[in-house]
């Protein structure tokens, strides 16, 4: 039954994805659903016109309720969509290098070569769409879809970011590589200023600005922004900055005019999740990824109220 869901929706989005980026793949882009573990996942191998789906809905502390496969399918379709259009040599090249290497003068007969003492290797990459905008517009899909939304999760990671003078950089939006929820960070940061974008400037304007790094010249993002909108990605950048620091900044002027403050309980970790009573003790066990970097790092805890 999931897989015939998942043939469904793929029939039933395919259209508004191509059509929205004006691209279709060259082949078949092939549906492959796994549930081999305690975990679940979605995954684009856009050079092999792949996905892989985990038939088990994603349980993450850090979105809120989606249909699955409608959601997870649209997303990763869109990244094989989107990121094909913006390849700069197909498929096939997937990427170069220029490259010199040298080497010293032979000492004695017997030796063929002499020891290296020059290697320049330039990489010249077929793709280069920085993590905000492949995650954002995979999260945006197309104009008006809805399987995936900005739920009350992600708001309260960003607002929480604004209110703390904490919202990631242009720059730190282009890499992922970050520990707790910095990651899921950038996934928030591209959806919105990726939303941003469409609402201010069209939506068809994520297409214009995919297409323009396909050029064989172009790897910088904020001049690929630049000669399809006139405004550089930085600009576009500031402006998406005050405008949700404007947003949160009004909405929690009823909070600070009552403040209520509690006391901190643990401190350590940036996921402590779970929590559960002791039935006879006044204490509580729950999992914390204090110790470790990553948010799914967990161990099990029990904290004692009484000590």
Excluded: C
Excluded at 28 to 39: C, G
Excluded at 116 to 135: C, D, F, K, M, Q
Aim: proline share 6%; no cysteine.
């Amino acid at each position: 039954m999931t897989a015939r869901e998942a043939a469904t929706v793929a029939e039933v989005i395919y259209p508004h994805i191509t059509g929205f980026y004006e691209f279709e793949p060259k082949e078949k882009t092939h549906l492959i659903l796994i549930d081999p573990d305690d975990y679940s996942n979605g995954a684009a191998y856009y050079y092999d016109n792949k996905i892989m789906i985990w038939a088990s809905p994603l349980d993450f502390e850090l979105r809120g309720s989606h249909r699955w496969l409608q959601n997870v399918i649209t997303h990763e379709f869109a990244h094989i969509v989107s990121l094909q259009k913006s390849m700069k040599a197909g498929t096939k090249i997937p990427g170069a290098y220029l490259q010199l290497m040298n080497y010293e003068d032979e000492k004695r007969p017997d030796v063929l070569y002499g020891y290296p003492n020059t290697l320049i290797s330039y990489p010249i990459p077929g793709t280069a769409v920085p993590p905000w905008l492949a995650e954002g517009i995979a999260q945006y899909m197309y104009e008006n879809a809805d399987w995936d939304h900005w739920d009350t999760h992600r708001d309260m990671i960003m607002r929480d970011r604004v209110i703390h003078d904490n919202l990631l950089t242009f720059t730190e939006m282009n890499t992922f590589g970050k520990k707790g929820i910095g990651n899921e960070s950038t996934y928030n940061a591209g959806f919105a200023l990726s939303t941003y974008i469409a609402n201010e400037y069209g939506p068809e304007s994520l297409k214009g600005i995919m297409e323009e790094l396909s050029s064989p010249r172009q790897f910088s993002v904020n001049n690929a922004i630049m000669n399809v909108l006139g405004i550089s990605g930085e600009d576009i950048y500031q402006d998406f900055k005050q405008a949700v620091e404007a947003r949160y900044k009004r909405l929690v002027v009823p909070i600070e005019v009552l403040p209520v403050k509690g006391n901190s309980v643990q401190m350590d970790g940036t996921a402590n999740l779970y929590p559960k009573w002791h039935p006879k003790k006044n204490g509580f066990a729950y999992l914390s990824n204090k110790q470790n970097d990553y948010f799914g790092q967990t161990d099990l805890f029990y904290f004692d109220l009484d000590t």
